[in-house]
């Protein structure tokens, strides 16, 4: 990978952060309500890559919309594309491993990083 496609990176996670963040103040996050900002936000991700995947062929251009620009606007897109890759390729049993173990670990460790927090 050369320094191009950094930058290409770069610039898409720039974007695609700032897109996150005006939806998070769009719709802002409220413990009594449904999670609507994150959940669309990762579904809209998740609509995206797998359209532009399939689409786009060009190194930079991959870079910049799928990893830099999708990849800041929610990493949810890249699980889910990585989900599918995993049932194209025939690897059900990695696929569900993996989904599961995603969810189940990534609640528990956001758990714990706030035990630790407090601790600290």
């Not at 939806?23 to 413990?31: A, Q, R």
């Not at 599961?100 to 407090?118: E, H, N």
Request: charged letters at 10%; one cysteine or more.
């Amino acid at each position: 990978m050369n320094f191009s496609h950094y930058l290409w990176v770069g610039l898409g996670g720039m974007l695609g952060s700032t897109l996150r963040y005006w939806v998070s103040n769009i719709i802002p996050f409220s413990s009594g309500r449904f999670a609507w900002a994150t959940f669309c936000v990762n579904m809209l991700g998740c609509l995206l890559i797998g359209y532009l995947y399939q689409k786009i062929q060009a190194d930079s251009l991959r870079y910049f919309l799928i990893t830099g620009l999708l990849g800041g606007f929610t990493t949810f897109s890249g699980f889910g594309l990585e989900l599918y890759q995993y049932a194209v390729a025939g690897a059900h049993g990695k696929a569900l491993i993996y989904g599961l173990l995603s969810l189940s670990l990534g609640y528990m460790l956001v758990v714990f990083g706030k035990k630790i927090a407090l601790l600290m």
